[in-house]
């Protein structure tokens, strides 16, 4: 996991709270994905990015959720208003052409 | 859906016996890869086969693909108590081989 950092491992937020996940990844890379672990719906791919440019965001479930990535270090997925349903773990994972995805260790959402 | 499904969803064995799960996708693939993840981490890479290989050794690890049956198989033989975590098949498909499709995984217990 050490080439991905996500923050905050853990959120706890009240039901139409703004939650902002970030991710740094520290290794060189190409691509940046943003996924999402529930346990009916195993993993679902949100929205990835390439060298910072959204290439695919088909998969953000409404307009309430949008990811930004302002440069190659750094990149955050905002949820407002924020509902139980989006209770889920959020993995950040980055892959460079010729090798293999690299996961963050996620940060774990629970809405109340 | 592209998504891939594994067989079984849940797996229980002894240490020192082997361990066999099966994955199954839909449409045609660049490659296929399977993560491990441990509880509360994120998914760590284990082995790559591509479309034109048939089967892929890593220590004690053994992947087979069938691109006719679009299926796979992931062994760990003489398994340990440290293989219990949850194995996820991934799929790279032709055309958009950097979005990875991830099944729902497969939980392995190996009990001591």
């Known amino acids: 996991d050490a080439g991905v950092i996500q923050s905050p491992r853990h959120e706890v937020t009240e039901m139409g709270q703004e939650v902002t996940l970030r991710c740094k990844p520290i290794s060189g890379h190409d691509y940046l994905f943003w996924y999402r672990q529930t346990m009916m719906r195993g993993l679902e791919l949100l929205i990835y990015?390439?060298?910072?440019?959204?290439?695919?965001d088909s998969g953000m479930p409404e307009d309430r959720f949008s990811a930004k990535m302002p440069n190659a270090s750094f990149s955050t997925l905002k949820i407002q208003p924020s509902e139980p349903r989006d209770s889920a773990v959020y993995f950040c994972?980055?892959?460079?052409?010729?090798?293999?995805?690299?996961f963050g260790s996620g940060t774990r959402l629970t809405v109340v | 859906s592209q998504q891939g499904e594994e067989d079984p969803q849940a797996l229980s064995i002894q240490e020192g016996e082997n361990a066999t799960m099966n994955c199954s996708y839909k449409t045609s693939i660049n490659n296929l890869q399977w993560y491990r993840q441990n509880s509360g981490r994120g998914l760590v890479h284990l082995i790559l086969i591509r479309s034109n290989e048939r089967e892929k050794h890593s220590g004690r690890l053994r992947v087979t693909l069938d691109t006719s049956k679009k299926s796979s198989s992931l062994l760990i033989t003489a398994s340990r108590a440290a293989d219990t975590a949850s194995y996820f098949c991934a799929t790279a498909h032709q055309g958009g081989s950097e979005k990875l499709v991830f099944g729902k995984g497969t939980k392995l217990t190996v009990n001591p």
């Open positions: 994972a980055i892959f460079a052409a010729g090798s293999v995805y690299t």
């Open positions: 990015f390439n060298n910072n440019v959204p290439i695919d």
